[in-house]
């Protein structure tokens, strides 16, 4: 940290010395000494005080010099505050502490010019005077340097603080970056998740129904000659007609498919078979295994859409002459499986339609596996397993 020169401090030794220096005319001339050696003294003693300020080496050479004009003036004894002053702004610690030292020998030499120094009481006492100037000023220099210590770890400590407080305003303004960006691939992913919920459900519900309804409409074209034949068609039609725009409703506000809203997932699945049989001329056999148990919502409606969707490709596709529903109640999951004896399929050629993908997505968004088995010409095996993770 560099040290700043208060304008006493900077000026002060100068007049110090100025006056000391037009002391020494006035008593010398008086006297009719010669003052050649004490003027130039205290000439190198100015120079040395303006080169200690960039070069504390000169520091050194100022101490000589003041101890020098001591010895030959002790009034010079008074220009000892400007070493210490000196002492205090251009010295570094532990060298602080060595010129304070030098300077208070200095100021207790001309202090003790009157001392007899031949004897030993003079020499003690000539020791005492030294003492009482080194022990108070080292002690001084001492503290003033633990004050300096703790000012610079304040000051280093702020400058801490305020380096940590402006990576976390950096930091912070990263994270609301982040968050902002957070948010708003949360809502488009939640936009998407919307998207690919009402497509499932419009594939589920109305693309089946319609396809149900073509197929009953174009059966009673060609009934046209049999009343009863002709008027059960058209029965079948309106009454799938009718449950599609009710499972249409139900799926624009999210609810549950009406055969889940007064029965468990096994009766559901019977009645979804026995529409299914009833529309196709085909006995769908359904098998229910282990002890049925409450399931949460989502899992229920995915086995059941799956079960419906299973069903409605084997009506399209299969030509089977056989199907058969198995819902299975193990200790860590619940399996579905649909089954058909019709001509198949090959699941490795790409060519799997939106259904399976929606069933697909169903089942493993809730932790579960869609298996798909199937070869041309020997049916086609539908495996779709929650685990018990989920069902909790």
């Not at 003294?41 to 101890?67: D, E, N, Q, T």
């Not at 210590?149 to 990576?167: G, I, Q, V, Y």
């Not at 579960?368 to 020997?378: D, F, K, M, R, Y």
Request: aromatic share 6%.
């Amino acid at each position: 940290m560099e040290r700043q020169w208060h304008p006493v401090f900077a000026i002060g030794p100068y007049v110090l010395l100025a006056v000391l220096v037009a002391y020494t005319m006035i008593t010398k001339w008086a006297d009719g000494a010669s003052l050649l050696l004490d003027l130039l003294l205290c000439g190198l003693a100015a120079v040395s005080m303006l080169l200690a300020r960039l070069k504390p080496v000169f520091f050194w050479a100022l101490l000589g010099i003041m101890l020098v004009l001591v010895i030959r003036d002790p009034w010079f004894g008074c220009l000892t505050p400007a070493g210490f002053i000196y002492a205090f702004r251009v010295l570094r610690w532990p060298w602080e502490l060595v010129g304070v030292a030098a300077v208070a020998v200095i100021a207790g030499t001309a202090q003790a010019t009157a001392v007899d120094k031949s004897t030993l009481f003079g020499l003690l006492s000539y020791i005492g005077v030294l003492a009482a100037n080194v022990g108070p000023m080292c002690l001084f220099a001492w503290f003033l340097q633990r004050g300096a210590k703790h000012e610079e770890e304040r000051e280093r400590t702020m400058l801490e603080l305020s380096e940590a407080n402006r990576r976390l305003e950096a930091t912070l303004a990263v994270n609301a970056d982040l968050h902002e960006r957070l948010l708003s691939q949360a809502r488009e992913a939640g936009v998407l998740d919307e998207r690919q919920r009402m497509a499932r459900e419009i594939h589920d519900t109305l693309a089946q129904g319609l396809i149900g309804i073509i197929a009953q409409l174009q059966a009673a074209e060609q009934a046209t000659d049999d009343p009863a034949a002709w008027q059960r068609h058209l029965s079948l039609a309106t009454g799938l007609a009718r449950e599609s725009l009710s499972e249409a409703r139900r799926s624009v506000h999210a609810l549950r498919p009406a055969p889940l809203e007064t029965g468990r997932l096994a009766d559901a699945l019977s009645g979804v078979a026995g529409r299914w049989s009833a529309l196709h001329g085909l006995e769908v056999a359904l098998t229910t295994t282990g002890t049925p148990r409450p399931m949460p919502p989502e899992v229920e409606v995915a086995l059941l859409r799956t079960a419906q969707e299973a069903l409605a490709n084997v009506a399209k596709h299969a030509q089977a002459g056989r199907v058969g529903v198995t819902l299975s109640y193990m200790e860590d999951s619940v399996a579905l499986d649909v089954r058909d004896d019709g001509k198949g399929f090959d699941p490795a050629d790409g060519s799997s339609g939106f259904g399976l993908i929606a069933m697909r997505q169903r089942v493993e968004g809730l932790s579960g596996t869609l298996q798909i088995e199937s070869e041309p010409g020997a049916g086609t095996g539908i495996s779709a397993s929650v685990p018990a993770e989920a069902l909790l």
